[in-house]
T-cell receptor, first 115, second 113 residues
């Protein structure tokens, strides 16, 4: 199993550009989520999905879109990049979201720099 | 407001020494507390998870403690190794059915030879 994979590993964007961060998992997990990690702060939830066709907003959803057409893939779209979106983005997955004891498995992250 | 605070922000110790990282939380209702290890340039990996009724849990050289009365947790690392250099993140689950994860900012640990 590859686990959770993310591409690209690093990206530089200009303000106003759009892009899609890719996330895939091969563990047949129902629950997938996107976080951003900024220096000196805890991870913040952007969007999450409890299954194919179902998505919902997290703590900081503005400026981001998601979709979940398959169980395996959960792409994150930046609609019009802003310098405030410079961050490290992590995708995570778990079997369900029904129990807070579920272990989340994280991808290696995408470092995004918006100029 | 639900919060998780970790201390120290960073710590440097010599290889072979022990260390203790702290996590204080104000989260309600408390469900469980988890410690993650995050190597530089990688995603977090779960080390331990503790529920309300558990005081101590070990994972190899890592021992987590939980005091639900004072709302404090610690992560003790014994006989540190160079591979322990990482950030250690405390995460508290608030609620049950529709729970929320409250993430600490982490402690950056550097092990020097």
């Amino acid at each position: 199993n590859a686990g959770v994979t993310q591409t690209p590993k690093f990206q530089v964007l200009k303000t106003g550009q759009s892009m899609t961060l890719q996330c895939a998992q091969d563990m047949n997990h129902e629950y997938m989520s996107w976080y951003r990690q900024d220096p000196g702060m805890g991870l913040r939830l952007i969007h999450y999905s409890v299954g194919a066709g179902i998505t919902d907003q997290g703590e900081v959803p503005n400026g981001y879109n998601v979709s979940r057409s398959t169980t395996e893939d959960f792409p994150l779209r930046l609609l019009s990049a802003a310098p405030s979106q410079t961050s490290v983005y992590f995708c995570a997955s778990s079997f369900h979201r029904g129990s807070p004891q579920e272990t989340q498995y994280f991808g290696p992250g995408t470092r995004l720099l918006v100029l | 407001k639900n919060q998780v605070e970790q201390s120290p922000q960073s710590l440097i110790i010599l290889e072979g020494k022990n260390c203790t990282l702290q996590c204080n939380y104000t989260v309600s209702p408390f469900s469980n507390l988890r410690w993650y290890k995050q190597d530089t340039g990688r995603g977090p990996v779960s080390l331990t998870i503790m529920t309300f009724s558990e005081n101590t849990k070990s994972n190899g050289r890592y021992t987590a403690t939980l005091d639900a009365d004072t709302k404090q947790s610690s992560l003790h690392i014994t006989a540190s190794q160079l591979s322990d250099s990482a950030s250690y993140i405390c995460v508290v689950s608030a609620g049950f059915g529709n729970y929320q994860l409250i993430w600490g900012a982490g402690t950056k640990l550097i092990i020097k030879p």
